[in-house]
């Protein structure tokens, strides 16, 4: 039989398992791009547009540029090593929606998993506009039938 506490001590083993992965990723230093900005001031503003242009996908209402979440730190990383190497910010925005799906971008692109986005609000007010000319022809049929 198990004693009570061989089990709590298996749990309190566990927990410290689980909790190691959790403090090691975020004792590791930044990326050297993270926070210093290039010294080309041309190359350092397309990159601070681009990066205004990429949701954090940490935190999810704010782009890359102005989180402060690790992962957003390693996106502007990669961001501005890849401009200093020669690449479009067009090139680096397709290369980070490959890697990391459309929701990373604020301007999505129409594709197979994107068009309901756009095609929904327009089926919408269609539908809307509909019913509001059913109704609004009911209610003169029925005025011109009354007089």
Same mark, same amino acid.
């Given at each position: 039989? *198990?004693?009570?506490?061989?089990?709590?001590?298996?749990?309190?083993?566990?927990?410290?398992?689980?909790?190691?992965?959790?403090?090691?990723?975020?004792?590791?230093?930044?990326?050297?791009?993270?926070?210093?900005?290039?010294?080309?001031?041309?190359? /350092?503003? /397309?990159?601070?547009?681009?990066?205004? +242009?990429? @949701?954090?996908?940490?935190?999810? +209402?704010?782009?890359?540029?102005?989180?402060?979440?690790?992962?957003?730190?390693?996106?502007?990383?990669?961001?501005?090593? @890849?401009?200093?190497?020669?690449?479009?910010?067009? /090139?680096? @925005?397709?290369?980070?929606?490959?890697?990391?799906?459309?929701?990373?971008?604020?301007?999505?692109?129409?594709?197979?998993?994107?068009?309901?986005?756009?095609?929904?609000? *327009?089926?919408?007010?269609? *539908?809307?506009?509909?019913?509001?000319?059913?109704?609004?022809?009911?209610?003169?049929?029925?005025?011109?039938?009354?007089?």
């Amino acid at each position: 039989m *198990i004693s009570q506490r061989k089990i709590g001590w298996f749990f309190v083993m566990l927990m410290a398992v689980l909790t190691v992965p959790l403090s090691a990723q975020d004792s590791l230093p930044p990326a050297p791009y993270a926070y210093n900005q290039l010294d080309d001031p041309r190359l /350092e503003s /397309e990159a601070t547009a681009l990066m205004h +242009s990429l @949701r954090c996908l940490k935190c999810q +209402s704010q782009s890359i540029a102005d989180s402060d979440a690790p992962m957003a730190g390693d996106m502007r990383h990669q961001v501005r090593s @890849r401009i200093l190497a020669g690449e479009s910010p067009s /090139e680096i @925005r397709s290369w980070l929606i490959a890697r990391y799906g459309d929701y990373v971008s604020y301007e999505p692109e129409v594709s197979a998993t994107t068009w309901p986005l756009f095609a929904g609000p *327009i089926v919408l007010l269609l *539908i809307v506009a509909g019913v509001l000319l059913r109704r609004l022809g009911k209610r003169r049929c029925d005025a011109g039938d009354a007089a």
